[in-house]
Structure formats: structure tokens, C-alpha cells
């Protein structure tokens, strides 16, 4: 090969890492402030049950004694300290657990009542999803703000794609024996040990994040939401198997409590009210029959509010296979509606899987402590990406990596990224804005000082 092919080859792979480098940096600009949030709210929320059991352990906890009360009582008891309508119905999932009584009081609000399963003691009352693991959630997935604000999840999750890819192709070795392939050098006074510190890091718990931001998408506002309805918005959004010809109400499994994503369309059966003679079978008799029927312990159960309303009991452990969601005809007692896991579409399946990962259930405490690991080792690649930009950019300047001398080395680069904003529009939408800010503002700015500096 001839020395000016060589020199053509090697410029047009600097040309390359310096384009990838500069959309590398871009994404990180726009992600990692959220990754940071995200990892920490995420990492909390691996251990919500333990960590709600611990600060809320004067409403949830309780000694363990002979025999329970019924249901009926425990709602009357909820009922008496806090008047209104109870509406749902949880049961203890453990001897030492309390039950939760939801309450609608008169002026609307929705409160969560603790009552002693053995004495029918009222412990206390927060408001509905009111415990901090439930304020940590809303954080995670910024529901606390407006639609638009969540709508950053998808964008943030796109984003983070490819950060990953892009850092892979950057860590890459090019020479043989480079250092800081594996390991890192330098000490932290250094910008190596942090340039070696983010890509090490980064190479171990790329393919999670890969994996936490795919299985995030569901519940994002676009991409989630288009996704949910394609998948599950068909003939009530029962999975198939479990259609069946019964009446179905307007009113969605989703708009009562939460639910499983691949159920949020679903919609509720009726109870038949032919016979004017019937009557409804009461609390205790539905939740006898859904301990017959085997649903989970800690399973809910919605209570009917109009005259064909249904008993739903509904089960989401950890385990995906004890899953289950059920819907008894208030009067007699029928099942109308019986779906588990195992009923769900293979897409459905495919996605409840994964979010069950990400969500640090499906594993028990492994599946928690390799999550915690992974949060834990985002905020560092946040922190070293940080700490390595500050000590690589030029004194009063962004730092902006520079422009690669062949602009045409960022047509297939922008075709991947093309590929990528297709499949999410929102990120597809970012990438645009990111584009014209680059190429309208960023770049002419790096010209002229770059010139200025040859003239």
C-alpha cells in the first residue's frame, strides 16, 4: 500500500472517531443529567418493599396473633376513622403485614387506611400511593410533571442508546498493547485514570443500559403509549385465550388501580343482574373465593360501585408466573374473567419480562443487587465523564470535540442515527434539533476560531 493511501486511510479514521467522539459528547450533554436521576431513583426503587416495610413500619407492620378478621370488619373500622366509601381492598401479604383499606372520602380525595388484620386496630392513613417508595416512583418516571416532561423518558432512553454504541466504538483498541482497555491507569489527579475509569466502566454495564433503556420505553409518552395500544388496544385488550363472551363495561382495569402494562387497555366485565331477587354476595364471600381460586397473598381486590360492577382481584409478586388477574360477578360469584401470565400475547410476555427485570422482581435479591450495581455504576460514568470533560476543555469554552476535516464522513453516521429516530419518533425528533444546533450554530463558531488560529 502506498504511503498516500495509508495517509488517506488514517485521515478518514480520525475523520471517524472525531465524528463519532462529538455526537458521543452531544449525547452525553443531553443524557446524563437524567441517567444520574434516574440510576438514583432506580436504584432505590429495586428495594421499595423492604424499604417501605422499614420507614412505614408503624402502619405496616403488625404481631402476629391466632385468628384474622373478616374483611367486612376491617373495611368497617377503616370506615369509622375515616368516613367515605371504600373502594378497594388489600390483602396482608405476609402474617405481619397490615391490610390497606382505600378509602373515598366525601370530598374526593383517596386515602390508604392500615388496619390490624387480627384486631381490626386502624394504624393509620396516608394518602393513596402516598408512601415514600410510591414518591420515588413518580420521580423515576417523572410523572410528578407535566405529560410533556415524560415525554423526555423516551427521548432520554433513545439518547442512551446511543451513548453506548458510540462509547463502544470509542473504547475500541486501535493499536495493540493500548492501555486503558481493561484497566486504568493514571491516579485520579490524572485525565487518564477518568478517561480509563468512564470507558471501563461503561464496557461492563453498557449492554444493561442497552437493556434498562429498551425496557423503559413501555412507559414512555409516545413510543409507549402507540406501542401499548397497537399491542393491546384489540377486542377489550384481553390477551388471547381469555376472550370470552361476556358483558363488558367502559370503564378500564387501568382507571381503577395499577396494572400490568400489557393489561392498562383492558377493559371490565359486568355482573348480571337478571334476577331482581339477587344480592350482592359482600366482601367476605369474594375473598373467600379468591383465596379458593389461589391468587397470590397481597393480592387487591376492587370493590363494585354501580350495580353491574364486579369484584377484580388482581395479583402482581414478583414471581411473573404467579400473576393473575380475576373478575367475580358481584351476585353470584362467577368467574366472568380469569388472565395470567401465561395468557398474555408473546409480545406482551416478551415486554412483562423484561419489565420485571428492570424492575429488580423477576431474580429475587440478585436480580436487586446486580441492578443496584449497574445504578451505582452509571452515576460513576456520569461523575467521570464529567470530571474528564472539565479537565479536557479549553478555559471559557464548551469543549466541543472538534470538527473531523472530511464533513462527509457524517453521512453514514446521520443515516444511522436516521434509523434509530424512525423507531422513536421523539428521538428521531431530538436528533433534528441537535442537528440544526450543530450545524447552524456549533460548527460555524469552531470555523471561525479555527481560522482565525491559521489566518
Same mark, same amino acid.
Do not use: C
Given at each position: 500500500?502506498?504511503?498516500?493511501?495509508?495517509?488517506?486511510? @488514517? #485521515?478518514? $479514521?480520525?475523520?471517524?472517531?472525531?465524528?463519532?467522539?462529538?455526537?458521543?459528547?452531544? *449525547?452525553? !450533554?443531553?443524557?446524563? =443529567?437524567?441517567?444520574?436521576?434516574?440510576?438514583?431513583?432506580?436504584?432505590?426503587?429495586?428495594?421499595?418493599?423492604?424499604?417501605?416495610?422499614?420507614?412505614?413500619?408503624?402502619? @405496616? #407492620?403488625? $404481631?402476629?396473633?391466632?385468628?384474622?378478621?373478616?374483611?367486612?370488619?376491617?373495611?368497617? *373500622?377503616? !370506615?369509622?376513622?375515616? =368516613?367515605?366509601?371504600?373502594?378497594?381492598?388489600?390483602?396482608?401479604?405476609?402474617?405481619?403485614?397490615?391490610?390497606?383499606?382505600?378509602?373515598?372520602?366525601?370530598?374526593?380525595?383517596?386515602?390508604?387506611?392500615?388496619?390490624?388484620?387480627?384486631?381490626?386496630?386502624?394504624?393509620?392513613?396516608?394518602?393513596?400511593?402516598?408512601?415514600?417508595?410510591?414518591?420515588?416512583?413518580?420521580?423515576?418516571s417523572l410523572k410528578y410533571f407535566e405529560p410533556t416532561a415524560r415525554k423526555l423518558i423516551e427521548i432520554a432512553g433513545g439518547w442512551s442508546i446511543l451513548l453506548v454504541l458510540t462509547g463502544l466504538y470509542l473504547w475500541w483498541p486501535r493499536r495493540k498493547g493500548a492501555g486503558g482497555v481493561v484497566s486504568v491507569r493514571g491516579k485520579p489527579k490524572s485525565r487518564t485514570f477518568w478517561r480509563d475509569t468512564h470507558a471501563v466502566t461503561g464496557l461492563f454495564v453498557g449492554a444493561f443500559i442497552v437493556f434498562l433503556a429498551i425496557t423503559g420505553m413501555p412507559w414512555s409518552g409516545v413510543w409507549?403509549?402507540?406501542?401499548?395500544?397497537?399491542?393491546?388496544g384489540n377486542n377489550f385488550g384481553y390477551p388471547s385465550g381469555v376472550r370470552v363472551e361476556v358483558p363488558m363495561s367502559d370503564t378500564r382495569l387501568s382507571d381503577q388501580s395499577s396494572t400490568t402494562w400489557s393489561l392498562e387497555q383492558a377493559q371490565l366485565p359486568e355482573s348480571s343482574t337478571s334476577s331482581t331477587s339477587m344480592t350482592p354476595m359482600g366482601i367476605d364471600q369474594a375473598v373467600a373465593t379468591f383465596d379458593e381460586l389461589g391468587l397470590h397473598r397481597g393480592y387487591a381486590v376492587n370493590l363494585p360501585n354501580t350495580d353491574t360492577g364486579v369484584y377484580t382481584g388482581s395479583s402482581y409478586p414478583n414471581d411473573l408466573s404467579q400473576q393473575r388477574v380475576v373478575h367475580l360477578d358481584q351476585y353470584s360469584g362467577e368467574r366472568l374473567l380469569d388472565m395470567s401470565y401465561a395468557d398474555y400475547g408473546a409480545l406482551g410476555r416478551w415486554l412483562e419480562f423484561g419489565i420485571n427485570v428492570h424492575m429488580g422482581q423477576q431474580f429475587g435479591l440478585a436480580n436487586q443487587l446486580l441492578f443496584l450495581a449497574v445504578c451505582i455504576a452509571i452515576i460513576l460514568l456520569a461523575v467521570s465523564a464529567g470530571v474528564m470533560w472539565w479537565k479536557r476543555r479549553p478555559e471559557g469554552k464548551m469543549g466541543v470535540p472538534p470538527l473531523p476535516s472530511d464533513k462527509r464522513v457524517f453521512r453514514g453516521l446521520i443515516a444511522i442515527l436516521a434509523v434509530g429516530g424512525l423507531l422513536f419518533p421523539l428521538v428521531g425528533a431530538s436528533l433534528i434539533v441537535m442537528l440544526a444546533i450543530d450545524w447552524l450554530l456549533i460548527r460555524p463558531l469552531q470555523e471561525r476560531r479555527l481560522n482565525s488560529r491559521t489566518a
Open positions: 500500500m502506498s504511503t498516500t493511501s495509508q495517509q488517506t486511510g @488514517k #485521515r478518514h $479514521a480520525s475523520d471517524l472517531y472525531r465524528a463519532v467522539w462529538r455526537w458521543h459528547f452531544y *449525547a452525553g !450533554l443531553l443524557v446524563l =443529567p437524567f441517567m444520574i436521576t434516574l440510576a438514583m431513583t432506580g436504584g432505590l426503587y429495586l428495594f421499595k418493599d423492604e424499604l417501605d416495610a422499614l420507614i412505614h413500619a408503624d402502619m @405496616k #407492620r403488625v $404481631a402476629v396473633q391466632e385468628a384474622t378478621q373478616p374483611p367486612s370488619s376491617l373495611i368497617s *373500622a377503616a !370506615l369509622t376513622a375515616h =368516613p367515605g366509601k371504600a373502594v378497594k381492598f388489600t390483602d396482608p401479604a405476609t402474617p405481619e403485614s397490615s391490610a390497606e383499606i382505600t378509602v373515598k372520602t366525601a370530598g374526593g380525595e383517596r386515602l390508604a387506611v392500615y388496619v390490624n388484620p387480627y384486631t381490626a386496630n386502624v394504624l393509620g392513613a396516608l394518602d393513596d400511593r402516598g408512601t415514600v417508595m410510591w414518591t420515588v416512583r413518580y420521580l423515576h409507549g403509549a402507540q406501542v401499548n395500544q397497537w399491542a393491546n
